[in-house]
């Protein structure tokens, strides 16, 4: 069954730099896109950045443009959440997502077992 393993994350003074990682496991295509997705407590859950196995990316939100950037190592299946300049407005749970297919659609396209096990991402003042 694959899975999808999220590590990073943790506090961070506004301004300040964390990166996310995210792999999956036990994929047996190589033609898919992932997606960071996050949420704050009393929200639902948003889009951030999605990036296909070409590196297509997609902007789910404007209010992270400049500041977070996505990657990914297709040969060790994982996707890469870098985020700088960081705003106490990104604090939020952070879960990555793998779609069955090579383009980024919204959250309610990305099946249960194919989101990461999420991990907070705090930024104080």
């Known amino acids: 069954q694959v899975k999808v393993v999220q590590s990073g994350g943790g506090q961070v003074q506004a301004g300040g730099s964390l990166k996310l990682s995210c792999t999956t496991f036990r994929v047996t295509y190589d033609d898919y896109a992932m997606g960071w997705f996050r949420q704050a407590p009393g929200k639902e859950r948003e889009g951030v950045l999605c990036?296909?196995?070409?590196?297509?990316?997609?902007e789910y939100t404007d209010s992270v443009k400049g500041r977070f950037t996505i990657s990914r190592d297709n040969s060790k299946s994982t996707v890469y959440l870098q985020m700088n300049n960081t705003e106490p407005g990104d604090t939020a749970m952070y879960y990555c997502a793998m779609f069955l297919y090579d383009y980024c659609r919204g959250a309610e396209a990305v099946r249960g077992p194919y989101w990461g096990q999420g991990t907070q991402v705090t930024v104080f003042s």
């Open positions: 990036i296909t196995s070409q590196g297509r990316i997609t």
